[in-house]
């Protein structure tokens, strides 16, 4: 009978796969070469590694990651030993727009940024970038998009060059891969020279890959008041992650960007079709259907007196207490990955309504640009 493992966090997939085949369910960090010994497929997330360590005289033929990255598997190793892999690309966009949202949405609500007035440059502009300049431009702000491999494949739309723009916007947004060895490597691709390149109450982000941030350059232009502040979702070395850099940014969270209900249960969805396809199992359609509310899936603002952008943001952080996140990290930092692995629910815009009370027209327009479901009033 066909035998898949599978990483016991991945959400909506218990019950799916069994009419089909044997399925073992266990912690990432422990699914090791002999687990996988008489096992024909993977499902996995980033926790765990596979190489050759994991994989050699194993009989697997597919790795399915639900995760949109997938430098965990060593492609070339999987390649050259005919080792299909698929990753989820895509599956977690809504969701680190959100996320992404929910940090402008601070920005204006806690420092009394006028988005209208600043400029973002987003450094990656693929599946997931392209989401957040779109959000970012619905916002009101000047966004500066950054993909030099799509500028050198795409000559009739218009890219910057990160050295270019770095020095004039007011945040910087990284949605990257990480890379090491091709002309565009993207290791510590923030590093110590662009950060003394930033204008000095500049704002980074990063909620691609931790190593695409230099975090002992980043802690000193921090400490020495080079840039103004910074959002770390991802870390060099997780889940050991450097107390000392977390003191010094703004906003910290436990790599859970991409962890809304809704680009979990995409990303399950896109390894179970995966796996149906390659053993022709038959679900090549499947889809989650018990995905749970939110606890308050409508919200009322009263715009009475508000700036347009204040009830925006009201509404962004309606949806999303990223703060929530931040402060249950800085309380329990030794439990990373349970705070990863217990995350509570988050769902996307597209499950909330809202209703504005004495609303402008414009305001309802960009509610519903960024993605919610209803806006009445």
């Known amino acids: 009978m066909l035998k898949i493992v599978a990483d016991n966090k991945i959400p909506f997939l218990k019950g799916v796969l069994e009419p089909f085949a044997k399925v073992e369910y266990l912690p ?11 096992a024909d497929a993977l499902i996995t997330r980033t926790r765990t590694k596979c190489n050759s360590a994991s994989l050699a005289g194993t009989r697997v033929k597919l790795i399915t990651s639900a995760t949109i990255g997938f430098d965990h598997i060593d492609t070339a190793w999987c390649d050259k030993h005919a080792i299909k892999w698929t990753n989820a690309p895509g599956c ?9 949202a929910a940090v402008l949405a601070l920005l204006v609500r806690d420092k009394k940024w006028n988005l209208a007035g600043k400029s973002i440059a ?15 431009k619905v916002l009101g702000m000047k966004v500066y998009e950054v993909d030099p491999p799509r500028a050198r494949l795409e000559k009739d739309k218009t890219f910057y060059a990160l050295e270019e723009v770095i020095g004039k916007v007011d945040v910087v947004t990284f949605h990257t891969p990480l890379t090491r060895d091709s002309k565009d490597a993207t290791y510590h691709l ?27 350059a980043l802690k000193v232009a921090l ?14 070395n997780e ?16 790599h859970i960007a991409g962890y809304s209900q809704d680009g979990k249960a995409k990303g399950t969805q896109m390894s179970v079709q995966a796996i149906s396809r390659f053993f022709n199992l038959g679900i090549d ?20 007196g508000k700036a347009d952008e204040a009830v925006i943001a009201e509404a962004i952080l309606h949806t999303y207490a990223l703060l929530k996140d931040d402060a249950d990290l800085r309380t329990n930092l030794a439990q990373f990955e349970v705070l990863r692995g217990a995350y509570p629910v988050r769902r996307e815009f597209q499950a909330y ?16 640009a960024l993605g919610f479901k209803e806006v009445v009033g």
């Not at 990432?28 to 008489?38: F, M, P, Q, Y």
């Not at 662009?194 to 695409?212: F, H, Q, T, W, Y």
């Open 28 to 38: 990432g960090a422990e699914i090791t070469n002999e687990v996988l010994i008489d």
């Open 92 to 100: 977690n966009s809504e969701s680190v727009k959100q996320y992404i």
């Open 122 to 136: 987003v450094v990656g502009v693929g599946n997931v970038g392209r989401k957040v300049s779109a959000m970012a």
């Open 190 to 216: 923030c590093n110590a020279e662009l950060l003394l390149c930033m204008k000095p109450d500049a704002v980074v982000i990063n909620s691609s890959r931790g190593e695409v941030v230099d975090g002992s």
């Open 223 to 236: 400490k020495e008041g080079r840039i103004g502040d910074a959002v770390l979702d991802v870390w060099e």
């Open 239 to 254: 889940p050991h992650i450097d107390h000392e850099l977390l003191e010094t940014v703004w906003i910290a969270t436990p």
């Open 285 to 304: 359609n499947w889809e989650p259907h018990n995905i749970p509310q939110p606890a308050v899936p409508n919200v009322t603002i009263d715009c009475t």
């Open 353 to 368: 309504q809202v209703e504005l009370i004495n609303g402008r027209p414009h305001v309802k327009e960009k509610l519903l």
